[in-house]
T-cell receptor
């Protein structure tokens, strides 16, 4: 059974710091991995989608990497800003149940001015 | 098309009442998904439609829950005889296929009192 774990559960950093959020998954048989952002009480906003054949994806200050064989992904946020404060969720799309995403519990990020 | 729309945004209901939520996916997406999210957790899969066919249902979806997607367009999720344990955020998402990411709506926050 695929399980997704995100560490740390919460993170507080001063503005301007570069930071890394971690995601691990137990079964490497995935189609892709997607990172989302969720603001309190709101829906999910897609940040980056990495296909299983890819190593990384970049969008602005965000860079996500994928090491499928070791079951790990990282989300790197450069020069963090208070507006980056949110919960970040990673989700994998398993090969054996490709209709659904399996989510981690998220990392709650607070960027202090 | 501005994305996935969900209605209502918030719903407060008394225990035992029936509630219905609506989701309008991105028009060119043939796949539609419902997820449920409780506080501090990642979303959990409930059910999946490809066009108008409901292809998969989670064990989380008890017989009090029913979902439809008539004509492969919008979808409704109905909860009958609501219980306090049904209080959660109900999220709808759509996609074009396995290689494509999910687009989520803003969710419907249900509170059962």
């Amino acid at each position: 059974k695929q399980e997704v774990t995100q560490i740390p559960a919460a993170l507080s950093v001063p503005e301007g710091e570069n930071l890394v959020l971690n995601c691990s998954f137990t079964d490497s048989a995935i189609y892709n991995l997607q990172w989302f952002r969720q603001d309190p009480g709101k829906g999910l906003t897609s940040l980056l989608l990495i296909q299983s054949s890819q190593r990384e994806q970049t969008s602005g200050r965000l860079n996500a990497s994928l090491d499928k064989s070791s079951g790990r992904s990282t989300l790197y946020i450069a020069a963090s800003q208070p507006g980056d404060s949110a919960t970040y969720l990673c989700a994998v799309r398993p090969v054996d149940s490709s209709y659904k995403l399996i989510f981690g519990s998220g990392t709650r990020l607070l960027v202090r001015p | 098309d501005t994305g996935v729309s969900q209605d209502p945004r918030h719903k407060i209901t008394k225990r035992g009442q029936n509630v219905t939520f609506r989701c309008d996916p991105i028009s060119e997406h043939n796949r539609l998904y419902w997820y449920r999210q409780t506080l501090g957790q990642g979303p959990e899969f409930l059910t999946y439609f490809q066009n108008e066919a409901q292809l998969e249902k989670s064990r989380l979806l008890s017989d009090r829950f029913s979902a439809e997607r008539p004509k492969g367009s919008f979808s409704t999720l109905e909860i009958q005889r609501t219980e306090q344990g049904d209080s959660a955020m109900y999220l709808c998402a759509s996609s074009s296929g396995t290689d494509y990411g999910y687009t989520f709506g803003s969710g419907t926050r249900l509170t059962v009192v």
